[in-house]
């Protein structure tokens, strides 16, 4: 399936209030979110049935729309419903979900305030983002010329899809240089995240991650950090110096595509997937089949 074009693959999408057949769920080409990046997005992974941290997914849609300026019509609950209809209609269990909101061609300018949110929702199967056989290793990582940028500059608290650019530039790149992902500092210089995922190291038993203050808190990082808390594991969140990281025992990502994938290099340092590690990826692979 996965050579299959998205845009010719069989099933259903939600759209605006309607189940469309998976073909029939276009815009127009003068789409206000496709010209300007006025639109907005979630990734949702559903486990045997049930999708995890559906309603802070669906309130952090909502969220992301309000920091963009755009209204969503449907509430939290409408759209948590809206979810299970889709996997419904699409004979899902184990699936990825793509909830969106972006103004539409009704307005063609900056300018867009205006504008209505348009809403849709489809979802697909998709397996482990990276091969099982990186998972055992860890993934490789180069350090990007790319930055997440000054949150003066770029909404950085919102799920925006304009702000995912920057990510897709630097995997390229690293993909094209011979990595897995990219690893990147924010504007200041400190450790930030890689193209897409959260970052946390380990050294001496304590477990460290990133401040989020210029790229999204995520979810999957939340529920990492509770499950630390849960296992009694010391955490320490604060600004890391390139130079930290490089000295770290183990390095994992985080992430609802990523789920907790361990890194096993960064440019020439080798990390190994340590206790750490292993200990809060079952933690989490047992809290998404609860």
């Not at 299959?4 to 206000?32: C, E, S, Y």
């Amino acid at each position: 399936m996965g050579a299959i074009p998205f845009d010719q693959r069989d099933g259903f999408i939600w759209v605006d209030g309607k189940m469309l057949p998976w073909k029939d769920a276009n815009v127009h080409f003068l789409t206000h979110g496709l010209h300007y990046g006025s639109c907005v997005f979630e990734g949702i992974r559903a486990y045997n049935g049930k999708p995890f941290k559906l309603t802070e997914h669906n309130a952090r849609l909502h969220k992301s729309a309000g920091i963009l300026g755009m209204k969503i019509d449907y509430s939290v609950e409408q759209l948590d419903q809206i979810c299970r209809d889709v996997m419904a209609a699409n004979k899902l269990t184990d699936a990825y979900l793509r909830p969106a909101a972006w103004r539409g061609s009704e307005l063609m300018g900056i300018a867009s305030s205006e504008a209505p949110a348009h809403v849709a929702v489809a979802c697909w199967e998709w397996g482990k983002y990276f091969p099982p056989e990186l998972l055992e290793k860890g993934i490789s990582l180069t350090q990007s010329r790319w930055v997440k940028p000054d949150p003066r500059s770029a909404p950085t608290e919102s799920k925006a899809a304009g702000l995912y650019m920057i990510g897709t530039l630097a995997k390229n790149e690293a993909a094209a240089a011979g990595y897995t992902d990219a690893l990147m500092l924010d504007w200041r210089g400190y450790v930030a995240e890689s193209s897409g995922a959260n970052l946390f190291m380990v050294k001496d038993n304590v477990l460290y991650t990133p401040i989020p203050d210029c790229f999204l808190n995520g979810i999957t990082r939340q529920t990492v950090i509770a499950l630390a808390k849960e296992a009694a594991i010391k955490l320490v969140e604060k600004h890391i110096q390139l130079d930290e990281l490089m000295g770290a025992d183990e390095v994992f990502l985080t992430g609802t595509a990523a789920e907790l994938t361990p890194v096993g290099k960064i440019d020439g340092r080798d990390y190994t997937v340590g206790p750490i590690t292993r200990q809060l990826h079952k933690m989490y692979e047992d809290a998404v089949n609860a």
